[in-house]
């Protein structure tokens, strides 16, 4: 396994739409491995291949406290969605943000396991909020498209000025 490099706001491969996955062989299953080390090490509860400049539609989470149920969605959809609820969201690609953010309650997903076998599964709560923010990340959307565009632009000069100092440190 190798810990993969998170693209972070305003990189414009965040905005790309991926492409699903063909089949699932060892290339995606390595991509699935090497994705939760990267969530786990950034300490986070999702990541989106996007994310890691992967242009495939491959989601892993892990919502437990202790670290080990990782959850793998390939090609991830939502079948239907209902109920509506404001949950605080993060991101591993805005790091330090955080914002209130309007959702589905529930949700019911299909998608494809780390054996290429299609499942579904219905989910509430923050599984809910989780699987439609990596969707999203699939679709090239992000949780600050949902702020308004003042909010998004100081996170954005926020974040460049961040990226610009870390730069300088390591020149």
Same mark, same amino acid.
């Given at each position: 396994?190798?810990?993969?490099?998170i693209l972070e706001y305003p990189d414009p491969r965040l905005r790309r739409v991926a492409r699903? &996955? =063909?089949? +699932?062989?060892?290339?995606?299953r390595k991509l699935v491995e090497d994705m939760l080390e990267t969530m786990y090490d950034a300490r986070?509860?999702?990541?989106?291949?996007?994310?890691?400049d992967e242009d495939v539609r491959i989601v892993v989470m892990d919502l437990s406290d202790s670290r080990d149920e990782p959850r793998v969605f390939i090609n991830p959809e939502i079948l239907d969605r209902s109920g509506s609820q404001c949950y605080e969201e993060g991101c591993l690609s805005v790091?330090?943000?955080?914002?209130?953010?309007?959702? &589905? =309650?529930? +949700?019911?997903?299909?998608?494809?396991?780390?054996?290429?076998?299609p499942?579904?599964?219905e989910a509430d709560g923050l599984l809910a909020v989780c699987i439609q923010h990596e969707i999203d990340h699939l679709d090239g959307k992000m949780f600050?498209?949902?702020?308004?565009?003042?909010?998004?632009?100081?996170?954005?000069?926020?974040?460049?000025?961040?990226?610009?100092?870390r730069e300088k440190a390591t020149a």
């Open positions: 396994m190798s810990k993969l490099k699903p &996955a =063909e089949n +699932v062989d060892e290339r995606e986070g509860i999702g990541l989106a291949a996007t994310q890691v790091p330090g943000f955080y914002a209130e953010v309007t959702r &589905a =309650e529930q +949700v019911k997903v299909g998608a494809l396991d780390i054996d290429g076998k499942y579904e599964l600050i498209d949902y702020l308004s565009p003042l909010k998004r632009r100081m996170i954005g000069k926020k974040l460049r000025k961040q990226q610009n100092s």
